[in-house]
């Protein structure tokens, strides 16, 4: 059973900077992808950014092109989300997704509050 636990979320002023990370196990296939997705209050959830492993290959929304960076360590299945100029805007509970040949998880999300 895959297993995900998301971590770093927080409070920040606006300007400032968050590092989201996504521990990944129970899982044994090489390739998979692992995105972020956030839900802001009143708002449906929806992608932010999400990385192919091996490969590297990476999406970013609109929103945050430029200011966020998706990155990964393949060895700790570990995925990270730096997140930098952050607004209001980008308050949300964020959520790690897994998706691989067999199906795909959820973890349980990471508040980030971003206040002006």
């Known amino acids: 059973e895959v297993h995900l636990v998301e971590s770093g979320g927080g409070l920040v002023q606006a300007g400032g900077s968050l590092t989201l990370s996504c521990a990944a196990s129970?899982?044994?296939?090489?390739?998979?992808?692992i995105g972020w997705f956030r839900q802001a209050p009143g708002k449906e959830r929806e992608g932010v950014s999400c990385?192919?492993?091996?490969?590297?290959?990476?999406y970013y929304a609109d929103s945050v092109k430029g200011r966020f960076t998706i990155s990964s360590d393949n060895a700790k299945k570990t995925v990270s989300l730096q997140m930098n100029s952050l607004t209001p805007e980008d308050t949300a509970v964020y959520y790690c997704h897994h998706d691989d040949a067999y199906g795909s998880t959820w973890g349980k999300g990471t508040l980030v509050t971003v206040s002006s």
């Open positions: 129970g899982f044994t296939v090489d390739d998979y992808v």
């Open positions: 990385i192919m492993v091996p490969g590297g290959g990476s």
